[in-house]
């Protein structure tokens, strides 16, 4: 049969040869599975991920290297003592004291191969091809015309039942060959044949040194105690052809399903049962599934994947050409600056794609969504494919609230419960402190260490501040829904967060409240000696975050009503109000440290002190906005992938849409070619690239676009502040406005043509809505739209 080509959409992958490497690869995800699928012609990979797939396990964090209290509290100290005399060399020494080790790794599970052959020879090469992913559905098809024979193959991974489910339909005058492989990069234990299928048992390592970290032994597993996870895989398979096991003769239709499990709990928690068990249940889905039948695990898949998708779409106009598949419609953008706007489809996929891919990697029930997402293929994967938590994970879920999933969310919050028992051990231990403390790297089993056995940079390893940050997600979720059962749930993870802040703050000799010994994450500056250091007092960052941590104490327990007679909302209310705004140097830019002769790094891809612009949503003056502004210029546009999306979010809310312009043309670079450590692109499957691949711009992007479209940070909703030429023309439905306003938006040219808001309960009452710079009041009720065009904005209400 003749392959029909797909129609021009901002909802689908599509191209016309196999994957050749795993950046062409395409991805499904069910949130606790994750697969990246190929499209071969005479042999299929599909390379699987299980969310629960970690090297290591409960006792790991405690293992090895770990700084006694004394020595710990002692480092602690002397970097405190060195950094109020400016020995700024010793302040970074002493921390090396607390360092650890480093977190365990996200690891590939099992690969299925499917090969083909007819006559006893595999497929020969296809005469026509098309391999596409839609995104509406999270379905993979691959349709392919070899020796008059053609196959066509549909993936899906279902969330409601944790499968694989791949059917397989041929026409040709004897059907093909089909022979399966479960190929496991794992320990394997044991391999149980059955009439129609394969179980296999396996063994995960006991630890898996970092990429960067030279050893002799990269992989280690145990000696039999359950110390790790153990797992298994099962397969099961139905068709209409001739064989059994794992092969058949003349096969016109098939259906394989499979699945994974592990013995893994919870983050943190002991591990419970074995290979056995997770085999059990493993098996147990599968025999549901195939009892079930294909058409009814579709059908499941496709209404729980879709009811999340369909919420929120950016649509930006079509390819140039029906027939031009996704790759060479990037190769078209990488050619020069302004391709990006003859094809500003692109755009529209691209968010729609991210959306799709944190749908795929964090659901209930899972961990989660790594650095990589829910996809990776190496054992020791880059940066261990781990949660980096002083940008990376959080900007993760940015788009969560943006564009309506917060089912994405709840993984987010379990880790963090996580976080804060097992850093209740590192605050007492490292700080002698109450309360829970993280640093900035974590795994599954809630990391919470200082990274570096000793030997690592004090920029990156030494960053207490995870706590702050992911406790914003909290805050955002109830400013854009109402959470109150939310809120008591984090409640006492909130406020044992804010009683470890308050231990850390130091007073200043002008008598404001700050942090020492402090960081601005993974920079260095220069002192007017000319000595270089990481270490210093109050950087920008750690006192944004500690006030806006402060802030969430007082909101929650206000909402939750215990805000009373608590000892640990009255200091922390108390605090904030000591702790000075970002300030502005004397080159007119942001201050990184409130101490104005040290210079930070120039270009550097991190801007932890801008964090106040983006995401924070403190009060910005006109004077600060300025100072951000010049910081973001002084910084440059040029860097690693989630550096450029955070630039672009930071531009969009400074209403720089030309700023946003020319961060989203270095984005659309091709990240196969190698132009540095820190220059971000795209690969041809649309992952974005650090490089390599790190899944943070992908999801990141969203939100900056969304941010352009669509902000409510600051009491006002705000429409189309920083949208880029790229996307003269378009339509946005459902994204979310605080504090729970649904937006539907469509320009055309530049301008605004309409603007429909409905609100939810929680987000009923009298709204100011602000459009090319005029502010109006909306009233709205629940569940009623209410439609504006630019006509509605030329009669603004007074100034307030």
């Known amino acids: 049969m003749a392959i029909s080509l797909p129609d021009p959409s901002s909802h689908g992958l599509w191209f016309e040869s196999p994957a050749r490497s795993w950046t062409e690869a395409l991805p ?129 991974l279902s969330h409601v039942r944790k499968v694989l489910l791949a059917v397989i339909d041929v026409e040709g005058p004897e059907g093909v060959d089909v022979e399966l492989e479960l190929v496991c990069p794992l320990l394997v234990r044991e391999r149980r044949a059955a009439s129609d299928g394969q179980d296999v048992l396996v063994r995960l390592p006991d630890d898996v040194a970092p990429d960067k970290l030279v050893t002799d032994e990269p992989v280690r597993y145990g000696d039999g105690e359950q ?40 983050p943190g928690a002991a591990l419970s049962g074995d290979a056995e ?48 598949p996704t790759d060479r419609r990037l190769v078209a953008a990488y050619s020069s600056p302004a391709s990006v706007a003859s094809d500003p489809g692109l755009v529209g996929l691209l968010f729609n794609f991210g959306r799709y891919l944190l749908i795929c990697s964090s659901r209930e ?81 809630g990391y919470t260490q200082s990274v570096g056995d000793g030997t690592h940079d004090p920029s990156w390893a030494f960053s207490p501040f995870t706590g702050p940050w992911l406790l914003q997600h909290v805050r955002e979720r109830i400013r854009f829904g109402g959470d109150v059962e939310l809120a008591r749930s984090m409640w006492p993870v909130i406020r044992s967060a804010g009683e470890f802040h308050l231990h850390l703050l130091v007073e200043e000799p002008d008598g404001t409240l700050g942090t020492s010994p402090s960081t601005s994450p993974e920079n260095h500056f220069t002192a007017p000696d000319g000595r270089r250091g990481a270490t210093a007092g109050s950087s920008t960052m750690d006192v944004t975050l500690t006030r806006d941590l402060f802030r969430l104490v007082g909101e929650v327990a206000q909402l939750i009503g215990v805000a009373g007679d608590d000892p640990v909302v009255r200091a922390a209310t108390a605090a904030a109000r000591r702790l000075p705004d970002p300030q502005i140097g004397a080159d007119g830019m942001i201050r990184e440290w409130t101490d104005d002769t040290l210079r930070a790094d120039p270009d550097h891809r991190h801007t932890a ?42 531009q969009a809310r400074l209403g720089r849409p030309d700023r946003v312009s020319s961060l989203l043309r270095l984005l659309f670079r091709d990240a196969t070619v190698y132009r540095g450590p820190y220059v971000g692109g795209i690969y041809p499957n649309l992952f974005t690239a650090h490089p390599p691949f790190q899944i943070d711009a992908n999801f990141g992007f969203v939100a900056a676009i ?84 630019a006509a509605a904005f030329a009669v603004p209400v007074p100034a307030l």
């Open 609 to 650: 002190h801008l964090y106040f612009v983006h995401p924070g949503d403190g009060p910005t003056t006109p004077e600060l906005a300025e100072a951000a502004q010049r910081s973001l210029e002084g910084r440059g546009d040029e860097s690693t992938g989630w550096s450029l999306v955070w630039k672009m979010a930071m």
């Open 277 to 324: 068990t997770a085999l059990t249940r493993a098996r147990g889905r599968v025999t549901e599934a195939v009892a079930a039948g294909a058409e009814v695990v579709a059908a499941e898949q496709e209404a729980d994947h879709g009811l999340l998708y369909a919420r929120s779409a950016l649509e930006t106009g079509a390819a140039p050409d029906a027939g031009v």
């Open 28 to 156: 499904l995800g069910s949130g606790l599975m994750g697969a990246m699928v190929f499209g071969g012609v005479a042999e299929e990979r599909i390379q699987i991920n299980d969310t629960t797939g970690w090297s290591g396990g409960p006792a790991t964090e405690l293992s090895g290297r770990v700084p006694s209290a004394e020595v710990a509290q002692a480092g602690i100290a002397r970097s405190r003592e060195a950094v109020a005399r400016g020995d700024w060399i010793e302040a970074d020494e002493a921390l090396r004291a607390v360092q650890h080790g480093y977190p365990q790794s996200f690891l590939p599970f099992t690969d299925l191969i499917v090969r083909f052959s007819t006559a006893g020879r595999p497929r020969g090469e296809a005469r026509e091809y098309r391999r596409s992913l839609d995104l509406s559905t999270a379905t993979h098809t691959v349709t392919s015309v070899a020796d008059d024979v053609t196959v066509r193959m549909v993936v899906r």
């Open 227 to 266: 110390t790790a996870l153990d797992g298994a895989v099962s397969l099961r398979w139905t068709h209409d052809g001739h064989g059994d096991g794992l092969s058949a003769a003349r096969v016109r239709h098939a259906e394989i399903v499979l699945s994974t499990e592990t013995n893994f709990v919870a």
């Open 365 to 445: 029930g899972g961990l989660p969504a790594n650095l990589q997402g829910i996809w990776n293929d190496k054992m020791q994967p880059p940066w261990s494919s781990d949660y980096t938590t002083n940008i990376n994970l959080e900007m993760n879920y940015w788009l969560a609230e943006q564009t309506d999933l917060p089912e994405c969310l709840p993984p987010l919050f379990e880790f963090t419960k996580a976080l804060a028992i097992s850093g209740t051990e590192t605050a007492s231990r490292v700080f002698g402190a109450p309360g829970w403390v993280a640093f900035h790297c974590s795994d599954a089993w």
């Open 706 to 789: 969304a941010e352009g479209l669509l902000q409510s940070h600051a009491g006002v909703v705000e429409i189309m502040k920083g949208v880029p030429e790229e996307l003269p023309s378009g339509t946005v439905t459902g994204l979310v406005a605080r504090p729970g306003i649904v937006v539907d938006l469509e320009w055309a040219h530049g301008e605004l043509v309409s603007a429909t808001l409905r609100a939810r309960a929680h987000g009923a009452g009298t709204h100011l809505v602000r459009y090319a710079g005029r502010l109006i009041e909306v009233e709205l009720a629940a569940d009623t739209p209410v439609r504006l065009d």
